[in-house]
């Protein structure tokens, strides 16, 4: 018969006659055939490789180059499939020389020519039409000459081939082109299905991977009479369902518990579960078979549909298992992306989730989360897991104990067996250190949480059978999912059932430094994508935790269902708030840094790690969110940190954090810093100062330092120790890098909002000397990250060919000059010779200009000469060096959400009161029947306001910046001087007038004055009591726990009600 490769074009004679030698070998000799298959796979994806123009990774075998084509969005999960299978049994064959039978060197036969005919279209060909693929005879009189003759030309084929693949390195690809490579890929797999005993080789695959016996054509009831057998798990095919047929039947030992429908590969799945439905409740026990339920409607508690297609969301109705538990009917079947290992069934069968939401209901919270609204949040999630949420997320603010909080839930969801086991994800190994510790801190009854429950550290890859939590970081298990060549290490589907997902809004932070550590992915968008394919392979209930939700989180989790907000917390005074922002402004933070064109400048060259000297071709202009950035000014450093001196103390029990712009301006300002402590005659102990970034050696190590020591008490960070980092002490944030997310903005304040009693911390300050607020977006601009805002200049020259309209075309073009423009000031004149002599033109500038007035179809025309101009070697300037002296000129403080001045400030907040005093119930309160006010009420009053950006420091602060006077009114004294203009009093002051009158009215008993003094104490606090005593005395913690109202009628008598009166009345008279 003719070869069934004979379809390749020339250049691809080499893959052509490896298909037909292992064509050809399949009746003689098919572990030769095997063997040829995986060359032939082999041979196919290092063309992939440089046809992409990707660089294959040092020390990557077959298995690892498949996994990085798929991850890279290469392969589809279906082609990538069939090229694991073709190297898992070519692999056998090549180690044992009496592997294969030719029924197996057929089907691989038929997979390659499949994978063929798949490269031709999407790689050669894009209108190729598949042929018919010849069902393989048996040749002998013909074989063995004709084979001969091949094995003597593959030799000499795969020297051409090797050339062919030297050619194709280098050569760029446009975006267009792997853009059309992935729609005809797609276009591929639709329009050539594979047949239904294709898809039940790749399913008998999938279920072997996933740890079962599975053969169709051998462990076959129906053919065969295979029978289950003691202690082995094993995948059935065709087992007897009253008098139908399932395709597979999952046995535990002799227990039958998993039915498994399987239909072609093009066919939508939901629709076939019924069927699987109906087997599980017409099956019957065979002599040497149990049923898991012999007395139920459905006698199987594991139902399975598929069509054996790689699950994609994007197609879910035809991809993917589906997977029904017959125990929970309630709940609707979902797909998985893999099938349940033997072991995750043997675990799912031990758990009851009814019986477990009941032993919820009656345990008690632990001592370690006792705060109301920590308990609300893990009521929420618990709640959600009885409603069979899939995605949750708890929004709480930086500081209020999410680590905490989420712990006491693991512990309640461990204990209950509500859960198996759980996987806490981070995003770096020092968050997942940090969990670990507080694991090994938190006392349950006198025992650590990691000494009741088996814990695996962030840096133990794999779980033990009595493993409860596994801590992990997103790269490690994006590595163990879908990098990793050890098959046995990967972890199955069912591996957990419980997900949390610290951090989760990362992937926002549109400006975040990605040097902080080595990751699998490019930008944050990768990074987002790479997380959600984590928690989509696991059948698992995933929560996420957050302070500052992103658009993508809440598309990844929804809403938040509970949320704590960092106002809540400041008003119920579980976290402190910031003083208004010091502001520094120099004379360079000004006006800007300027260079003149024909300037000789100092830049620093990347490359070689030095200062070189070039001439500027142009003026160049840096405001101050470059500095540090573009340009480097040691002098602007120096200014600032020396002002910073004046308020800093590096031997304080404060701590002081730093954000720079870059790993190398840390240094500098760690390096300035002494330099100007020493000046000033400070001593400086050696470790008070010191950068910590990913840069460093251990950093993990220099972080617990930071935390747990007094030394470093001034840290200069980048991007480490941004979000996920508890240290109470630190009460000073500097900003020298300008931040454009208010996301990772409100990241950095979390970093100062706790409380630390111990070195009486009230409010934490903010000092500015990069323009800040200039530059930071609002929340409501919230958008999700864009896979990379630096386009490249193919990018943009795409994007302005493909474009759909004129000012669509004007827009990228503009975009791409721009581009280009910046391109030409980093070449060396020498480049620019070259660049001018095979562009054919006089003058690069002239060129760049021309272009500005060229139509879609002129610059159609000159697509090679600005790929020249792209592919150009960049000489790395990472930043320019300015030398301009710097002076300071002021320090002033900003107030409010437009970082105002103080009397705008003032205004404003009058004015709000006045407009809304009428509005708001509580406020009305306030201004016209004070002594009704509750403490539930001014609670309500604070967190509007808060959201107002009025708070009562910052209006006392304003005010005697305004008013040159210092008074510390409460809240309440503020509204009313707003409102009615009544005159500001101290909250001591008001307080003591109104006990004053108390303590007259009567001639009081040593026992009754200690407890007027607690009250006075109380409203020092709360500032209000209530609208009458028994309310006051029933809601407040303190008397309730003393016996309430009737306890101080005993002690008061009659006079018990008056005295909340005689308060009410004379407190804001």
């Known amino acids: 018969?003719?070869?069934?490769?004979?379809?390749?074009?020339?250049?691809?004679?080499?893959?052509?006659?490896?298909?037909?030698?292992?064509?050809?070998?399949?009746?003689?000799?098919?572990?030769?055939?095997?063997?040829?298959?995986?060359?032939?796979?082999?041979?196919?994806?290092?063309?992939?490789?440089?046809?992409?123009?990707?660089?294959?990774?040092?020390?990557?075998?077959?298995?690892?180059?498949?996994?990085?084509?798929?991850?890279?969005?290469?392969?589809?999960?279906?082609?990538?499939?069939?090229?694991?299978?073709?190297?898992?049994?070519?692999?056998?064959?090549?180690?044992?020389?009496?592997?294969?039978?030719?029924?197996?060197?057929?089907?691989?036969?038929?997979?390659?020519?499949?994978?063929?005919?798949?490269?031709?279209?999407?790689?050669?060909?894009?209108?190729?039409?598949?042929?018919e693929f010849q069902t393989l005879v048996d040749e002998d009189s013909i074989r063995e000459s004709k084979i001969a003759t091949l094995e003597n030309h593959l030799l000499k084929q795969q020297k051409e081939f090797e050339k062919i693949l030297d050619l194709l390195k280098g050569i760029s690809q446009t975006s267009e082109t792997k853009k059309e490579r992935r729609e005809a890929s797609k276009k591929f797999t639709s329009q050539y299905p594979l047949d239904e005993k294709d898809t039940r080789v790749l399913i008998d695959q999938q279920l072997r991977d996933a740890g079962w016996e599975c053969d169709t054509k051998e462990l076959n009831f129906k053919i065969n009479k295979t029978m289950p057998k003691k202690n082995r798990k094993m995948a059935i095919a065709e087992w007897r369902c009253g008098d139908k047929w399932a395709d597979y039947a999952l046995f535990n030992g002799t227990k039958l518990i998993g039915i498994v429908e399987a239909k072609k590969y093009e066919k939508d799945i939901p629709g076939d579960i019924g069927q699987a439905k109906e087997y599980a409740k017409n099956v019957q026990s065979i002599e040497g078979t149990g049923l898991f339920y012999s007395d139920r409607d459905y006698k199987v508690p594991f139902i399975y549909a598929t069509n054996g297609r790689p699950y994609l969301k994007q197609i879910e109705e035809k991809s993917g298992i589906y997977f029904w538990d017959s125990r929970t009917p309630q709940k609707a079947e979902r797909a998985l992306e893999a099938w349940h290992s033997p072991k995750d069934l043997e675990q799912?069968?031990?758990?009851?989730?009814?019986?477990?939401?009941?032993?919820?209901?009656?345990?008690?919270?632990?001592?370690?989360?006792?705060?109301?609204?920590?308990?609300?949040?893990?009521?929420?999630?618990?709640?959600?897991?009885?409603?069979?949420?899939?995605?949750?997320?708890?929004?709480?603010?930086?500081?209020?104990?999410?680590?905490?909080?989420?712990?006491?839930?693991?512990?309640?969801?461990?204990?209950?067996?509500?859960?198996?086991?759980?996987?806490?994800?981070?995003?770096?190994?020092?968050?997942?250190?940090?969990?670990?510790?507080?694991?090994?801190?938190?006392?349950?009854?006198?025992?650590?949480?990691?000494?009741?429950?088996?814990?695996?550290?962030?840096?133990?890859?794999?779980?033990?059978?009595?493993?409860?939590?596994?801590?992990?970081?997103?790269?490690?298990?994006?590595?163990?999912?879908?990098?990793?060549?050890?098959?046995?290490?990967r972890p199955s589907v069912g591996q957990y059932d419980f997900i949390i997902v610290d951090e989760a809004h990362r992937g926002y932070t549109e400006d975040r430094e990605m040097s902080d550590e080595a990751l699998l992915y490019m930008n944050q968008n990768d990074y987002v994508s790479q997380y959600r394919r984590v928690i989509d392979f696991f059948d698992a209930t995933v929560l996420g935790l957050t302070a500052t939700p992103a658009l993508h989180t809440t598309e990844i989790f929804g809403e938040p269902i509970y949320t704590y907000s960092y106002t809540d917390a400041v008003v119920d005074g579980y976290l402190v708030d910031h003083e208004p922002p010091y502001k520094f402004e120099t004379e360079l933070s000004k006006n800007g840094i300027s260079f003149v064109k024909d300037e000789e400048i100092d830049v620093w060259n990347n490359e070689s790690q030095s200062i070189d000297k070039t001439k500027l071709k142009d003026n160049l202009s840096f405001e101050v969110d470059k500095f540090n950035r573009k340009v480097m000014t040691e002098e602007f450093n120096r200014v600032i940190l020396d002002r910073l001196t004046e308020d800093i103390y590096p031997n304080d029990e404060e701590k002081t954090l730093i954000f720079a712009a870059n790993d190398?301006?840390?240094?500098?300002?760690?390096?300035?810093?002494?330099?100007?402590?020493?000046?000033?005659?400070?001593?400086?102990?050696?470790?008070?100062?010191?950068?910590?970034?990913?840069?460093?050696?251990?950093?993990?190590?220099?972080?617990?330092?930071?935390?747990?020591?007094?030394?470093?008490?001034?840290?200069?960070?980048?991007?480490?120790?941004?979000?996920?980092?508890?240290?109470?002490?630190?009460?000073?944030?500097?900003?020298?890098?300008?931040?454009?997310?208010?996301?990772?903005?409100?990241?950095?304040?979390?970093?100062?909002?706790?409380?630390?009693?111990?070195?009486?911390?009230?409010?934490?300050?903010?000092?500015?000397?990069?323009?800040?607020?200039?530059?930071?977006?609002?929340?409501?601009?919230?958008?999700?990250?864009?896979?990379?805002?630096?386009?490249?200049?193919?990018?943009?020259?795409?994007?302005?060919?493909?474009?759909?309209?004129?000012?669509?075309?004007?827009?990228?073009?503009?975009?791409?000059?721009?581009?280009?423009?910046?391109?030409?000031?980093?070449?060396?004149?020498?480049?620019?010779?070259?660049?001018?002599?095979?562009?054919n033109v006089d003058s690069i500038d002239k060129w760049l200009q021309n272009l500005k007035e060229m139509s879609k179809v002129e610059l159609q025309s000159q697509v090679k000469q600005i790929e020249r101009m792209a592919y150009s070697k960049n000489v790395r300037y990472s930043m320019y060096i300015s030398n301009h002296k710097d002076t300071f000129i002021d320090e002033t403080r900003g107030y409010g959400e437009g970082n105002e001045r103080p009397g705008d400030y003032l205004d404003s907040f009058n004015r709000f009161i006045r407009e809304n005093m009428n509005l708001i119930p509580a406020l009305q309160i306030v201004v016209k029947r004070p002594k009704e006010l509750t403490i539930v009420d001014l609670r309500s009053i604070r967190l509007t306001l808060k959201e107002k950006h009025f708070d009562e420091k910052d209006l006392q602060s304003a005010w005697k910046k305004e008013k040159k006077e210092t008074i510390a009114a409460d809240i309440i004294s503020f509204i009313r001087q707003a409102a009615l203009g009544s005159p500001l009093v101290p909250h001591e002051q008001r307080i003591k007038n109104a006990m004053e009158k108390v303590y007259q009215i009567s001639d009081w008993t040593n026992i009754q004055e200690s407890w007027l003094n607690r009250i006075e104490k109380q409203l020092l606090q709360t500032t209000v009591l209530a609208p009458t005593a028994k309310e006051f005395f029933e809601e407040n913690q303190l008397f309730e726990d003393s016996g309430g109202y009737n306890r101080m009628k005993q002690i008061f008598k009659d006079d018990v009600d008056t005295i909340v009166e005689v308060i009410n009345d004379n407190l804001y008279a």
């Open 664 to 839: 190398q301006h840390a240094d500098k300002i760690v390096k300035l810093l002494k330099e100007i402590y020493s000046d000033k005659g400070v001593i400086v102990e050696e470790h008070a100062i010191e950068k910590i970034t990913g840069a460093i050696y251990d950093s993990g190590q220099m972080i617990k330092r930071f935390k747990n020591e007094k030394y470093p008490s001034i840290a200069v960070t980048v991007d480490l120790l941004t979000t996920g980092i508890d240290v109470p002490e630190i009460c000073n944030l500097v900003f020298l890098r300008r931040v454009r997310s208010r996301i990772l903005y409100d990241q950095m304040l979390g970093r100062a909002t706790r409380l630390c009693k111990r070195i009486g911390k009230e409010s934490f300050k903010i000092y500015d000397a990069v323009h800040l607020y200039d530059g930071l977006q609002k929340i409501s601009d919230m958008k999700p990250v864009v896979k990379n805002p630096n386009h490249s200049i193919t990018y943009l020259l795409d994007e302005s060919l493909q474009s759909k309209s004129e000012e669509e075309f004007n827009f990228y073009k503009k975009e791409l000059i721009a581009k280009l423009q910046r391109k030409k000031q980093s070449l060396t004149e020498k480049q620019e010779e070259e660049l001018k002599e095979l562009n």
């Open 348 to 489: 799912k069968l031990k758990s009851d989730e009814q019986v477990a939401d009941q032993e919820l209901q009656n345990e008690p919270y632990p001592e370690f989360a006792e705060r109301n609204y920590q308990i609300e949040a893990i009521k929420a999630v618990e709640a959600g897991l009885k409603d069979n949420k899939e995605r949750m997320l708890l929004a709480m603010a930086t500081g209020t104990g999410k680590t905490r909080t989420a712990l006491a839930l693991m512990y309640r969801l461990i204990k209950t067996d509500r859960v198996r086991r759980v996987l806490f994800l981070v995003d770096r190994t020092a968050l997942g250190t940090q969990a670990a510790d507080a694991l090994k801190d938190t006392k349950i009854e006198k025992l650590a949480f990691s000494d009741i429950y088996d814990v695996k550290e962030v840096t133990e890859a794999m779980p033990e059978d009595t493993t409860r939590i596994q801590i992990a970081t997103v790269q490690g298990m994006v590595h163990r999912l879908f990098y990793s060549g050890n098959e046995e290490a």
């Open 1 to 131: 018969m003719e070869s069934n490769f004979s379809f390749f074009s020339k250049k691809w004679v080499y893959l052509a006659n490896l298909g037909e030698a292992a064509q050809r070998n399949a009746f003689q000799d098919p572990n030769a055939s095997l063997i040829k298959t995986r060359q032939y796979s082999e041979a196919m994806v290092e063309a992939i490789f440089r046809l992409e123009n990707m660089n294959i990774p040092k020390g990557f075998n077959q298995c690892d180059k498949i996994n990085y084509l798929s991850n890279k969005g290469v392969l589809s999960k279906s082609i990538t499939e069939i090229f694991h299978r073709i190297r898992m049994i070519g692999n056998k064959a090549a180690h044992n020389g009496n592997y294969g039978i030719t029924d197996e060197a057929k089907e691989s036969v038929k997979f390659i020519f499949y994978l063929g005919c798949w490269f031709m279209k999407v790689y050669d060909i894009h209108t190729f039409k598949a042929p």
